[in-house]
């Protein structure tokens, strides 16, 4: 076997022993980003859909007429998920 064939065999042994060690390092970090992405995708799906905010509205009507917070309280939360509820209805 030539010098030359030696080495290219060598390099390419060692080339892809160090993708492996790449991928086998850089798995919990690939793992991570795809959770990321993942509850990114899930908080901006809760936040456009219309029907969570109105199930916000109609839970924090509920909490006001028991009593559980205050009108000032109420009226805030309202208008915060009504304001949610126009831009969701615009886009």
Known sequence: MSVTC???TLFTFIY???FILDDIIMSPINGIMWLASKIEEL???EL???GKVKELLMELQLRF???EITEEEYMQ???????RLNKIQKS
Do not use: G
């Open 6 to 8: 030696l080495r290219t």
């Open 43 to 45: 908080s901006d799906n």
């Open 48 to 50: 456009s859909d219309a």
């Open 77 to 83: 939360k309202e208008d915060e998920l009504l304001e």
């Open 65 to 67: 007429e028991m009593d």
């Open 16 to 18: 892809s022993e160090m």
